[in-house]
């Protein structure tokens, strides 16, 4: 049973290069030393990445492992890292399970140094269980199924993340106008091939591509790859600020401009019981003020008016002109 388990979390571990490789070539080399009960295993990719790994056999049905991955190149970016894991075999009367704890160091993600990994795990019933497993500023918990139909349930929490880093981990490359601060959630559930997603981030003081905002609030729910954006916002420090709604195309992370011009903006700054409003300013140029240039008040009609009653559905504009 202790060997089939080492098994089995060795397919874990390299579970993620088949479906990522699958149609590279790769080689592979491995050592089995069964009087220093240790395992050495090398693969080997076409572009110069590698996966070096390591497995140790401690006492009763204990185990421990290193891997040490070179360049190794995802679809959505390249990584370097030196991972460990210390992992046991427990026995219950209701079936036996896998319970360890993971660590990183010397992390890079696109030659760049991320926060190191860290979290425990569970192996049971055929899924792999996380907890709280941080990673570049990301906190991980819930599961993943092993065998198909590979079913998903993560929530993923971040605060005061960097933009850059989180774009990072959807492969965009990091620019220099790319800058600010992300807070929110995001969870993911249903079938690996295609997630159902929900959350919130709020991102504040910063730019994307161009984009410069005080506070970007995006509320999301939906179907990978397009999600539908409700209740969000965007307000900017020369006064505009915008909802914003519609489909958002998750495909197309990297271009957060052409995405975003798929998408409904109406400037709605304010909304009470009794009316909405809305302000249009005029930054002018050079310089750091601000000129109202319209304002538009809608009244709402209330409930148990009269239809007739024309004040039910008052417009009001204002205009402001410098001479």
């Given amino acids: 049973m202790a060997k089939k388990g080492l098994v089995f979390f060795l ?3 390299f579970f993620p290069v088949s479906l990522a490789h699958g149609e590279n070539v790769f080689n592979f080399n491995g050592v089995v030393d069964f009087s220093a009960r240790k395992i050495n295993m090398t693969l080997s990719f076409e572009n110069g990445s590698s996966i070096a790994f390591e497995g140790k056999f401690l006492a009763q049905e204990n185990f421990e492992f290193q891997t040490k991955i070179n360049h190794f190149k995802t679809p959505l970016f390249d990584i370097s890292t030196e991972l460990g894991s210390s992992f046991e075999v427990v ?19 696109d030659y760049k140094p991320v926060d190191e990994l860290s979290g425990h795990f569970i192996i049971k019933k055929g899924r792999l269980y996380l ?9 991980c918990d819930g599961y993943i199924g092993l065998f198909a139909p590979y079913e998903i349930s993560l929530s993923l929490r971040f605060s005061d993340a ?6 990072m981990w959807l492969g965009c490359p990091v620019e220099d106008r790319i800058f600010g601060q992300a807070s929110g959630f995001i969870e993911v559930s249903g079938m690996t091939d295609k997630p159902i997603l929900k959350g919130k981030i709020l991102a504040y003081d910063g730019s994307i591509q161009g984009l410069e905002f005080d506070q970007l609030q995006i509320n999301f729910f939906g179907s990978y790859p397009v999600v539908q954006l409700d209740n969000s916002l965007i307000a900017q420090s020369d006064g505009l600020s915008f909802n914003i709604s519609g489909d958002f195309d998750l495909s197309r992370q990297c271009d957060f401009a052409g995405a975003m011009a798929a998408v409904k903006i109406s400037p709605l700054v304010a909304e ?7 302000t249009i300013k005029k930054k002018t140029e050079g310089s750091s003020s601000s000129s109202t240039e319209f ?7 209330s409930e148990g008016l009269d ?5 039910a559905d008052l417009l009001g504009v204002e205009r402001s002109i410098k001479f």
Avoid: C, T, V
Avoid at 131 to 139: H, M
Avoid at 162 to 167: P, S
Avoid at 272 to 278: P, T
């Fill in 131 to 139: 907890y709280s497993l941080s990673w570049g500023g990301i906190i």
């Fill in 162 to 167: 960097q933009l850059a880093e989180l774009l």
């Fill in 11 to 13: 397919w874990l571990i």
């Fill in 295 to 301: 304002k538009y008040r809608l009244r709402k009609q």
């Fill in 272 to 278: 009470s019981d009794i009316h909405r409003e809305w």
């Fill in 91 to 109: 026995r219950e009367a209701s079936g036996s399970f896998i319970r360890g704890a993971l660590a990183s160091q010397y992390s890079l993600f």
């Fill in 307 to 311: 239809s007739f009653d024309r004040e």
